[in-house]
């Protein structure tokens, strides 16, 4: 039987409103989503965390305790970024086994771990400590095309993925590029070699999505992430409504509560208006380029709000043409966060700078192989042009990262600010905007 994830609380306004939705809509729709039979609700982790500390003034964690009491009958699921957790850099072991451990304690059910390098070994960690905790632990792929990813590859990746103790496998088909037959091709290497259930997950940018998922659902897909439709296509993922009335006309019982689906769509209806000053209209089109330059839903949103503040927007066609040349400079990453962060922004470098006359020391991080192994190798001549003489990193990052624990509670096991253990977290994820929001300094931004 195929279900549904609901994607409403999390990646949709990710991927259309830059992870803008407030906690009011958002503890307001998740007794009406609880009612409906979902599999499981994503409602934390992304860049959830960092925008609500950065721009809503509101407390992460207190949003996933809010949530999991707003919706108790429901599986909570977050994305975890691996040994990144909610972060934008590697954390030691001691920071992800403590963040897990009480993430699972405030709600999460489900913890859904990728790595942007599709690098298991930044990946065992999180899984350990997810299973330690009594949690469901679904390995992820981060799903892209390039002269060097195969569905051998993939396959491979998740038998590795299965032998760290994962319970499913996600596609993560970030950009929204996979198509009906590599997506059906991939499933079943997948299935054949693990027996785990799959689960699918894509977006609406190159249009493909709709018709990928029907495949999928013909080929036995165990779940599809969808967004209730007032949040749904463009960026976002297809039409929650939508893929449950392909599935009842196709035979399969979902077992979901349409008066309680119904409720849920009027209600986000009506949150969407919140937000209207936030969606570009280009968030919402299909753009078939991402074939070509393959970013992501939250990470085009983002895009074009930051060449806007910068009032470089007449200038996005060329950074756009730049992503994919940058890419494959830096050994054909896949673009998630925070490898699409850091390709995005070292390609706007380049379009209003000049050819790497700027490099971001995440550029030269991700060269040097601080954030693991990268699916091509790193042509040397152009490594050495960004790094000089320092030394490659071939082991597992994480082995060179001391234990951060202890110096982060002498720094503040004092401070009058950090009142709880999730306090401490989340000055880890980020201290300086942790700080501004623990001491009352953040003030909500307005829509």
């Given at each position: ?32 989503l609880d009612r409906v039979g979902f599999a499981a609700l994503e409602a934390w982790g992304g860049a959830t965390f960092d925008a609500c500390l950065r721009f809503l003034a509101e407390d992460p964690w207190d949003r996933l305790s809010e949530i999991k009491k707003a919706a108790p009958h ?150 599809l992430d969808c967004a209730m439709s007032p949040l749904s296509g463009g960026t976002s993922q297809p039409p929650t409504e939508t893929v449950a009335y392909v599935l009842r006309k196709s035979g399969i019982n979902t077992d979901l509560d349409i008066e309680a689906l119904n409720e849920a ?183």
């Open positions: 039987m195929t279900q549904i994830m609901e994607t409403v609380l999390r990646d949709a306004h990710q991927s259309l409103f830059a992870t803008r939705m407030k906690n009011a809509h958002v503890l307001g729709g998740a007794p009406i429901t599986p909570i699921q977050m994305l975890l970024r691996g040994q990144n957790l909610v972060g934008y850099r590697h954390y030691a072991d001691d920071v992800v086994e403590a963040f897990v451990q009480l993430a699972a304690k405030n709600g999460v059910d489900i913890f859904r771990i990728f790595d942007a390098l599709n690098d298991t070994r930044n990946m065992e960690t999180a899984i350990r400590a997810v299973i330690k905790a009594g949690k469901r632990a679904q390995g992820t792929i981060a799903y892209t095309t390039s002269k060097v990813h195969t569905i051998e590859k993939f396959a491979e990746t998740a038998v590795e993925l299965m032998n760290l103790g994962c319970d499913s496998i996600c596609i993560k088909d970030m950009s929204g590029i996979i198509d009906p037959t590599s997506a059906v091709s991939l499933m079943t290497a997948i299935k054949k070699k693990t027996g785990l259930p799959v689960q699918l997950h894509s977006h609406c940018t190159s249009g493909l999505a709709p018709m990928t998922y029907q495949a999928a659902i013909s080929a036995g897909v165990d779940i769509c009027e209600y986000f209806k009506e949150a969407r208006t919140h937000y209207e000053s936030l969606i570009n209209p280009i968030s919402e089109r299909v753009d078939t380029r991402v074939f070509s330059f393959q970013i992501p839903g939250g990470m085009l949103s983002n895009l074009l709000h930051q060449l806007e503040e910068q009032k470089k927007l007449d200038r996005l066609e060329e950074v756009l043409a730049e992503v994919p040349r940058v890419r494959a400079d830096m050994g054909y990453p896949p673009l998630v966060t925070p490898t699409s962060q850091i390709v995005g922004v070292q390609a706007v470098f380049n379009v209003l700078l000049g050819k790497y006359k700027v490099v971001g020391k995440e550029t030269k991080a991700l060269i040097q192989g601080a954030y693991g192994r990268t699916p091509a190798p790193i042509d040397p001549e152009f490594r050495k042009k960004v790094l000089g003489n320092q030394k490659p990193i071939e082991d597992r990052p994480a082995d060179h990262l001391k234990p951060e624990l202890p110096a982060l509670k002498e720094k503040y096991g004092n401070s009058a600010f950090v009142k709880r253990p999730e306090d401490l977290l989340t000055l880890a994820m980020n201290p300086d905007v942790g700080m501004r929001f623990l001491s009352g300094q953040t003030k909500a931004e307005s829509v």
